[in-house]
């Protein structure tokens, strides 16, 4: 956010109130994948956020000394004064709890199945696309300090995203212990329509609605990006004939190795973002802080197969960070995954 | 395999190029702040073009500087005035109306009275073509009067409740043999005091030794009356609630501890005819009922700066103490005075000042003097106590005249003090002609800078106005506004005009005329306190009367093609406020006129006679040949030589705007010198744009004046508004706003000339 000089009318400037708002997700996500073809599968995935913390952190630096009172405004002297005008302080935030995010549907086809040379080659190539239905809320309009559970809040993909994807796999040559995988998407966001505030919480700081309008458009802009992976296997394990090969020790070699690592690199342009709304320069104070910019998301994973050992369960963990490689105008998120995986055959 | 890897590296490409094709790299652009617009036809077709054109623009204006700061910040003076003017605690005035509902009452008061038909047609097209209410329009063509004069009665009554400066000595100058307060006479017996101060455009003492003290007396007075009180905790005919860190704990008894202390004696059931706030007898010591303002100077809040260095009360060059209580004198029947508040704290203080290493010698020294009381505010926040306002004081130390050749007399030497970071410059203009140009041309320049809470920039307007009478005319405004601070028609006449704080205003005005009733008078000698003032001034509400400036401007431009005529309308019009005109035509002529309501004038009312000074109506050339231009100290009011003038936003000839009324004691109108906050700023301005125009006299065109403009000691970087430089014969303006401040933005041209040439077409 960007700093806010604030100036008493006619009476110079009271100081600055800088904001770095930390805000937490914690959400559970319901995947539900199905294989149609064995080179065509869907998915269904129902994000729900658990709760959401934002704390706006707000600062202060002095600004002009205030003979009127004999002293520059303290952070308290501003906050008192702001609380006289009928504008209290922004505190930390809490909501969301047990809300739908937008609801996810993909498909992937394994293109490459169809081209021998392809599999000779030892490189699979995949297309997916992912579509979200907005079920997710906007953030409440009159909190200054609120976060909505859309796509474009949670800022991780588009409301249709394509991806075209390869991997390499070296099964001779280093026993399919190592997978190279490059991904190239495109995450596009469709226009929003959003209420605006008429201050009824924040009358001095979220009094938009009498020159902007009842409600303004936001155009997000799209994503851009690529990914390269790696995926590592330190420890393949025993296979085991358990009932899920029927006692075949072959084919629970096939299986997943119990231990499996990845790590992958993601490069995301991001494009202008754009407001309409009734008021030209409005839009461009929001435009201005989502300038077109980039991110670099680094994922680490770790992967723990049971299937060898005949449990058909895979557990996961991954940590996900956007801090770690700074960006630019992008808002910098750090998440830790942990998931179950419980794959079910129908026939 | 090589074909393999052409394929999967083309197939790459391929990507890639996708990819960048539909990756956008458009950029939002930042959009101007500035609406240039030709207005044509009646009054009523003009504002409605112009409420339509800038329907978003003149919304915000209005949400943001009204709404969302000057309403709420003008709110919390409630507190200030309803103690007083009794009428505010009446319940339309509760629930954060009052600043509306105070705006609005006075607006509609000039509106119906003041203001000529065309402005108001053309607010009335504003509110129909912008969609916005007619009475949030009309507030925010009226607001900058009301809200002056209304700034200014409560500057006042905080004035009055602050401590003072009751004396000021120079120590060890009377027997330098120099006349150090240029009076004539040399080492008389009070060379080195100042009664009080009498705040000044020039020096006060010359050739002060540097080993010399100053010695000051500081006093609060004792108004009675309750400071802490917030009106948020008003029940209309209950109790109302003080925090008790307003009152000494030992005024409190003990078995009151966490009860409301204050009460309210109503005589009916009308909130408005309750009276003031009364002390509860029951909980607090009658004793202590000026514990709430108890008349005390807070001796730890004692500052003196000197140039940029600065000293608090904790510094061995300050020594203070508290002299003995002068209040009650004994009297027969009535015991001396014990109560230990009174007898500890509301003696005057004494301070002697002695820098640890003298006064710079031969050098200027401006000193700054600050201090506050021990009567907490805790409404308005934040929680302070009273200061006074930053005194500035400026003298020469021995051996300066000697070193420089100048400085023998007080006007010498301008008090205009250091810069210190946080003194803002007020809003500037000047004019030149003739000899101080290069080709001869006469310019306008004006600097304007008053309020821009960091947004009225972004609704900067530059509008050309067609009526379908009068002269056509081309203003510097703001979106929604049917007037603006500066202007030009095509007859070349160009005005700038700069606030200039007053007492003299139709609200004070009607304050007096109350007070000045005999029954009145009687009632406030038998109560000379805040709780017999408010009983005087229990009707009497805040309305502006008169035009106000900016109408004055704009009536200016359609009937005036000249300063002359323009010179007489300003004479003949009632104002609202304190205003200061600078005035420039197409022929040269340039004339500077200070103006405020006249309140005091018994002579019949404005401009019953030929053009002259009088009470309320100040003016002056740089022509020295006529007496009425040249100040006391046989110079120019406000020029440098005979082709230029200068305003800033105090008066130069209208010293005595006000003048006391000394049988009001504590509550007689001052001058504006005594008490605005804009006055040192002022001051400190005027001469550094005095010094700019001499050294550049001559050389003054367009670019050099752009230049003057820009001195950064100009430059007010929290509230400036626009800038603009006129050129009159040419019909011609060089124009900078939209950003903070204007003169950082490009001076851009706009032809007058041309423009409506379009129109014609």
């Known amino acids: 956010m960007d700093p806010i000089e604030r100036y008493e009318p006619g009476g110079g400037k009271q100081g600055t109130i800088t904001a770095h708002p930390d805000a937490e997700y914690d959400i559970f996500v319901a995947r539900l994948q199905y294989g149609i073809l064995d080179n065509l599968s869907v998915g269904i995935g129902f994000p729900v956020v658990l709760r959401t913390f934002v704390d706006p952190v707000l600062g202060w630096i002095p600004g002009d000394y205030q003979p009127q009172i004999g002293r520059p405004y303290s952070e308290q002297d501003f906050w008192e004064w702001a609380a006289d005008m009928g504008q209290g302080r922004p505190g930390t935030w809490t909501g969301n709890r047990g809300r739908l995010s937008d609801i996810v549907l993909g498909a992937r086809l394994r293109w490459s199945d169809w081209f021998d040379a392809f599999d000779k080659a030892g490189v699979g190539a995949s297309l997916s696309i992912y579509g979200a239905i907005p079920t997710g809320k906007p953030a409440d309009p009159e909190e200054v300090a609120a976060v909505g559970t859309t796509m474009w809040d949670l800022s991780f993909q588009g409301q249709l995203s394509i991806h075209l994807s390869f991997d390499k796999t070296f099964k001779r040559e280093l026993d399919d212990r ?10 596009v966001f469709f226009e929003q329509e959003r209420t605006s505030p008429r201050g009824v919480k924040n009358p001095l700081l979220l009094n938009y609605a009498p020159y902007i309008g009842d409600t303004y458009t936001i155009d997000p802009g799209d994503f851009t990006g690529f990914s390269v992976r790696a995926d590592v296997v330190p420890y393949r394990g025993p296979a085991w004939d358990t009932w899920i090969t029927k006692g075949d020790v072959v084919m629970a070699n096939r299986l997943p190795p119990i231990i499996a690592l990845s ?16 008021y030209e320069p409005w839009d461009w104070d929001r435009e201005k802080l989502w300038k077109p910019g980039y991110k670099n998301i680094l994922v680490f994973g770790a992967t723990f197969s049971f299937f060898r050992l005949g449990a058909p369960l895979q557990l996961y963990v991954t940590y996900r960070t956007s801090t770690l490689i700074p960006g630019k105008n992008t808002r910098a998120a750090d998440a830790i995954s942990v998931g179950l995986r419980l794959p079910l055959k129908f026939w | 395999m090589k074909a393999k890897r052409y394929g999967l590296a083309g197939l790459l490409a391929v990507i890639a190029l996708t990819m960048t094709a539909l990756t956008s790299c458009d950029t939002a652009q930042e959009p101007s702040y500035v609406h240039i617009a030709v207005l044509k036809g009646s009054a009523y077709e003009r504002g409605l073009e112009h409420g339509r054109l800038f329907s978003a623009d003149i919304k915000s204006l209005y949400t943001r500087l009204l709404t969302a700061s000057i309403l709420p910040f003008l709110n919390r003076e409630q507190i200030n005035i309803a103690p007083i003017l009794n009428v505010y605690n009446e319940q339309k005035y509760r629930d954060g109306t009052f600043a509306y509902q105070m705006l609005l009452e006075s607006g509609r008061h000039l509106y119906d009275n003041f203001m000529p038909e065309d402005v108001r047609q053309e607010i009335k097209g504003i509110a129909d073509g912008s969609g916005l209410d007619f009475d949030k329009v009309l507030v925010l063509n009226t607001f900058v009067d009301t809200m002056m004069a209304f700034r200014a ?12 400066v009751r004396s000021l000595e120079f120590t060890g100058v009377a027997g330098d043999s120099v006349d150090n307060d240029d009076d004539g006479e040399t080492d008389e017996e009070d060379e080195g005091v100042m009664d009080g101060l009498s705040p ?5 003492m010359l050739e ?30 209950g109790e109302m609630e003080v925090e008790s860190r307003c009152v000494h704990a030992e005024c409190i008894r003990p078995e009151c501890a966490g009860m409301p202390l204050l009460g309210r004696d109503c005589l009916n059931e009308i909130a408005g005819e309750c009276l ?11 004793d202590c009922i000026e514990m709430a303002d108890p008349g005390c100077v807070d001796m730890d809040s004692i500052r003196i700066r000197v140039n940029d260095t600065q000293y608090v009360a904790s510094d061995a060059a300050i020594k203070a103490k508290r002299l003995p209580w002068e209040g009650d004198k004994p009297s027969p029947g009535r015991a001396p005075e014990t109560n230990p508040h009174r007898l500890e704290c509301q003696g005057p203080v004494d301070v002697v000042f002695t820098p640890p290493d003298g006064f710079e010698p031969a050098s200027v020294v401006s000193i700054l003097l600050q201090v506050g009381d021990m009567s907490p505010i805790y409404s308005p926040a934040p929680f302070h106590s009273r200061y006074m306002r930053d005194e500035r004081i400026t003298f020469t130390t021995k051996g300066y005249a000697a070193r420089t050749g100048k400085g023998d007399h007080l006007y010498d030497i301008g008090n205009l003090g250091v810069d210190d970071g946080s003194t803002q410059p007020p809003a500037i203009s000047f004019a030149v002609r003739g000899g101080a140009t290069p080709e001869g041309r006469t310019l306008l320049a004006q600097h304007f800078a008053l309020l821009d809470s960091d947004m009225v920039h972004e609704h900067s307007a530059l509008l050309v106005h067609v009526p379908d009478k009068g002269h056509p005319y081309v203003l510097l405004t703001w979106t929604g506004l049917v007037w603006g601070f500066s202007g030009m028609n095509d007859q070349g006449l160009a005005y700038a005009v700069n606030t200039s704080d007053s007492l003299d205003s139709p609200l004070v005005g009607g304050m007096l005329e109350d007070i000045l009733k005999p029954e009145n008078l009687m009632a406030l000698m038998e109560h000379p306190d805040l709780v017999g003032l408010a009983q005087v001034l229990k009707e009497r509400q805040l309305l502006a009367t008169g035009l106000p400036a900016g109408v004055a401007g704009h009536e200016l431009l359609t009937g005036s093609a000249s300063v002359k005529e323009a010179e007489d309308f300003l004479y003949r019009s009632q104002t609202t406020f304190g205003w200061n005109f600078l005035l420039a035509d197409a022929a040269g002529n340039l004339a500077a006129v200070e103006v405020d309501s006249a309140v005091q004038d018994d002579s019949g009312g404005p401009g019953s006679t030929p053009v002259q000074d009088r009470d309320g109506f100040n003016f002056y050339t740089p022509d020295t040949s006529d007496p009425a231009n040249v100040a006391p100290d046989g110079r120019p009011w406000a020029s440098e030589g005979p082709d230029d003038l200068r305003m800033t936003s105090f008066f130069r000839k209208n010293t005595l705007d006000m003048e006391p009324l000394p049988f009001m004691g504590m509550f007689s109108p001052i001058p504006q010198n005594v008490w605005t906050g804009m006055y040192f700023r002022s001051v400190r301005a005027w001469h550094i744009l005095g010094d700019r125009i001499r050294e550049s006299l001559g050389r003054i065109d367009v670019d050099h004046a752009i230049e003057i403009l820009r001195t950064p000691d100009l430059v007010d970087h929290r509230d400036s508004m626009n800038a603009v430089v006129f050129e009159p014969a040419a019909r011609r303006l060089h124009w900078a706003m939209g950003v903070e401040p204007a003169t950082d933005a490009e001076f851009k041209v706009f032809d007058l000339g041309e423009a409506l040439k379009g129109v014609a077409q």
């Open chain 2, 276 to 286: 003031f706030p009364r002390l509860s007898g029951q909980c607090f010591d009658p």
């Open chain 1, 263 to 278: 790590v992958v690199y993601t490069f995301t342009h991001l494009q202008q973002s754009y407001w309409y709304s009734d």
């Open chain 2, 208 to 237: 002060v030794p540097t080993d010399a003290s100053i010695h000051i007396v500081y006093e609060d007075a004792v108004l009675g009356g309750l400071t802490c009180p917030d009106p948020r905790n008003i029940d209309p005919i």
């Open chain 2, 153 to 164: 009665v409560v500057i006042f009554i905080k004035y009055i409740q602050t401590p003072h």
């Open chain 2, 200 to 204: 000044s455009l020039w020096a006060s």
């Open chain 1, 178 to 187: 190592l997978t190279l995988g490059l991904d190239v998407f495109y995450d």
